[in-house]
């Protein structure tokens, strides 16, 4: 499925080596002050090439409004948003010939017959970058009305924080921050001593040529007493469904911690593509041994953050909107 | 509403002068071919300044294929198509100021309290662009398989065909074609000497800057027995439902000609935009005079041919595809 | 399709002579005031057996709550509303073994392979006393808010008024009032000399064993500008649509009358179950002769016109809390 | 949200004491053979009373057919189904005055405004009658064809499985029966003496007045490897969503064990109806000790099995159905 939502609705398109990955909006009210910067702030804390701990893939991913804003004013008509694709090289994809295990590479090729001759195609994690562009109006519209959302890393690997707290984005970022060498490296997870080890953990593997996984936790902060128990059920369908499409999550867990926050933990598998040699086999079965020389991260945790917080967004405005309707 | 159909789904995006108009296809099988020729050529049927019985307004309408296609085949993937918005004019446009009888100014402000600043803005008939893009690849879908779809104008103003045929596509595009001094213009009414008179019509229209409304035909031919009589309500419903959200239709009437067959009328109004003095008033309400000097089409019929065509496309086989669901 | 609408989602089921007919409406917001005897209003103005210009079938149509109204007032979860099915006479329906010409018999078969062993199945206009139900909670939501609906008999056959004017329901029933003979007559047509005019007709049509179609026409007051600007294109789309799938229907029209209000018009077809002899052929496509002997109506006007201001109410309803996500 | 699915959409409706609790189903395919009673025997397999591990309220949960079915054959229309409530007794229900902690009660009130005055309301596991109704029909469906669903109880509270394989739904009802005195209990647990530890564990917690949580494993086996890759995304997002929206589920988990089957496991909560005093507050904020003494479950679990069987086949068929339509 690549369309979110009932009454905001948000449809995502693009394959990661196509011109553009994009989305169109439908439902957002007219007359809200959305600037392009707004948008771009959100898109730059996923973007790759950020540092050493995420993939050398160096995309800026602007943003390009195509419809539906005018003079930094939502119009009310559908917005459509647009990341061109710019810094594809196919030629680095050895699995044209050998899909990677745990991928989709073989699951596409089962289901639909035809394959994208190019990267995860539309499984790639590139296909984000809509999602957070999307989910960037969402959070400015709910941020200072009913609900806050705020996403950090938990734990990567074996390494985890021993307390849950009701963190601000600010202190994500800069608690998360680690600094190596000449190099300032962002995981994303609010505790500094914390933070280091799990810098140490990625770069170990990414010395190695290997990938971990990791929780990320997101915490959804209510001032109406009302929305947050309408929204109790609602995290468990509507938000778990945004979520657990986020490629790479693997499971879904709510913990409600106390008077007017829910918090989710949502584990994502380690990234598939690696260039340790894996023992697989190749489209026509023959045992091939498989090493990755593609530009990816060793960790995706510390930029699946946003993709997080804002396609909760997404859920919790589509929630808000229907929510309004049932009220007098 | 922007978004058509419950398994094959298109949103479209779009105002007049934005950067682009264009859609997402959704639910579109895979395997399938599907090459940009193809879709130029409905575009190209569609486009403006084909003669000087449309609009002067030349937009060449290319087509763009940003996702969902790769070496002319569909991926199962979402499918989006653009087209660029080159030729615009803004300074056209004195409705800034005046709201024009019968378009959508006046509506789209009291609604969202927010205006496009030039042309129509999302009621621009340029956003058929992007239902013609999509609904040629269900037109592609379809026409070998269960169903045929083709429409023409029937009437315009009081000059009306007196019979309904089955016409093919290639008898409306010959027999509609007129020859005026040195120009080949296309009424697309399959009949050559009511097409004469058509035109002539027009052209007096365009000369006194007035404009013409009139009703296309639209037959859809079935060769499944099982499939024409499951169509018999959805056509009073889902392709109703997608016709009636075409710019400028005004009616819709079902006749059932005859065995494996339905036609359906639809009319439609003059543009609004014309040149002739309209006695109205202003954003304050002060009585005015409006001579619209934009470029503008003196009858939308020619050209919505194709937009009728597509659209009942895109209806057809998303109940084609619900359809096939319940059979063994 | 069984299921309106986005926000307020009615479903309906039920077969001709099943246990029961009846709906689930979902999104109708709680604390809302609804008694059993407002919903058994709008139940007995569509009932069967009102006088002799309706079928004699006699089926009280009682409204059973099931669940989502407690104390009369709504408790925000699914409303479910039964009508028991209770005047069966299986025994009555010859066209077990001959399709009837214009009905949904031979349709069914087509599509599905299976047929309702009685009455019209699922396309009887039984059906329509669900949407009833559903369409007066509706009608309750929104009369004393923005917006008002009247519907009343324009046309049948040849008879028909010549002028359109926002009547009100009182007016409707009240004009359309006649006596003959013993018995008063409701035409729903308001104008007591059109009014007559309508009953001979159909008394004739009855006695000789005919039945007639019409038009029914239904005005929308709103009281608010934006919203009645917001309705332009949905009364267009999802008006329509929900208009359409009445059974009978066959065309739909816009009249936008004047400020603040807009008349539609719909096309009825004639009753096809009739005791005139029809030349038709029998499920072997053997040439038979087929004679109706069912109760039926000799014209469904006069009980249409409920079905047709609840139906406009859902659709309204829905188009309203949308509205409201849209509005700060 | 009480609508699941979008081509096979199976709407509820129901308070645990209205009239009754039920379902209609559409987009059932025609012609497919169903009797009523194999839809009785998934619903015993859920009801209440079946022994002393559960609740006492004892009700016989009968199936009713009111549409879409006849002569044991589904017709292509809306499928109504209903099951009367008959044993109720409001007078149990202290919690008119207390909210119970972990239920409903508040939260329905804060989100409302309104009340259903005896039991959980909507939220009561009463509910999920309908949706066992409904999936039984499911089940059916799919189980010749591309899958097959079996859940069985992995754990209650601390006591669990060790090792996680396909079991057979026959595998889980024998090897979960335990004989305790004269009784033989069913804890749906596919381990003999795992089974008794667990029926010991829930007796006791009966004895003291307090109740269970645990997991609920779900394994779907596959024989088209197509339709198994396609369901890899679907499982974390349809059948994801459809499973979180059953009461009492806190958390989802997939275990993708092997080729061509998925394993989920789902957490569910203690009940929060139960006999040992609990300190809350009263409507109006006020300190008091609450000791329910309605006639609840110690332990949901082997009950809750059928339903996530069901609830999983819903999702399956409709995940099937919209496969079908990607295919030539």
Redesign the interface.
């Known amino acids: 499925?690549?369309?979110f939502g009932?009454?905001l609705?948000v449809?995502?398109?693009?394959?990661s080596h196509?011109?553009?990955?994009?989305c169109?909006i439908?439902?957002f009210?007219?007359?809200f002050e959305i600037t392009k910067d707004h948008i771009q702030e959100h898109l730059t804390r996923r973007k790759p090439g950020q540092s050493s701990i995420t993939t050398s893939r160096s995309e800026d991913d602007i943003v390009?409004?195509?419809?539906?804003i005018?003079?930094n004013?939502?119009?009310?008509?559908?917005?459509?948003l647009?990341i061109k694709n710019l810094d594809t090289r196919p030629g680095d994809y050895i699995f044209r010939t050998i899909p990677r295990p745990g991928h989709a590479d073989?699951?596409?090729k089962?289901?639909?017959?035809?394959?994208?001759?190019s990267g995860g195609?539309?499984a790639s994690a590139r296909e984000t970058a809509a999602r957070v562009a999307a989910g960037s109006l969402c959070l400015k519209y709910i941020e200072n009305t009913w609900v806050q959302v705020v996403s950090w890393v938990h734990q990567v690997h074996d390494i985890s924080l021993t307390e849950i707290k009701n963190y601000t984005r600010n202190e994500v970022e800069t608690l998360g921050l680690v600094k190596f060498g000449d190099e300032i490296l962002n995981t994303r997870c609010p505790n500094y001593d914390i933070s280091e080890k799990i810098c140490q953990k990625i770069l170990l593997a990414r010395s190695q040529g290997d990938s971990l996984g990791g929780i990320i936790a997101c915490c959804l902060t209510f001032i109406d007493?009302?929305f947050?128990?309408?929204m109790?059920?609602q995290v468990?369908?509507?938000v778990?469904?945004a979520l657990?499409?986020i490629p790479s999550?693997?499971?879904?867990?709510?913990l409600k911690k106390n008077h007017l926050s829910i918090v989710i933990m949502l584990?994502f598998k380690p990234v598939s593509t690696i260039r340790i040699s894996q023992e697989t086999c190749d489209w026509d079965g023959e045992i091939r041994s498989l090493e990755c020389r593609g530009r990816h991260d060793p960790c995706v945790l510390p930029r699946a953050v946003p993709i997080v917080e804002t396609m909760a967004a997404i859920a919790l405005m589509d929630c808000l909107?229907?929510y309004?309707?049932?009220?007098?």
């Open positions: 499925m690549s369309t009932r009454l609705r449809t995502t398109y693009g394959e196509g011109l553009s990955v994009g169109i439908e439902g009210p007219p007359g390009e409004i195509h419809s539906g005018q003079n004013l939502t119009l009310g008509t559908p917005i459509c647009q073989f699951t596409y089962e289901k639909y017959g035809v394959n994208s001759d195609g539309r007493i009302g947050f128990e309408y109790e059920n468990l369908s509507w778990g469904y657990m499409s999550v693997k499971g879904f867990k709510v584990a909107l229907v309004k309707s049932l009220r007098k």
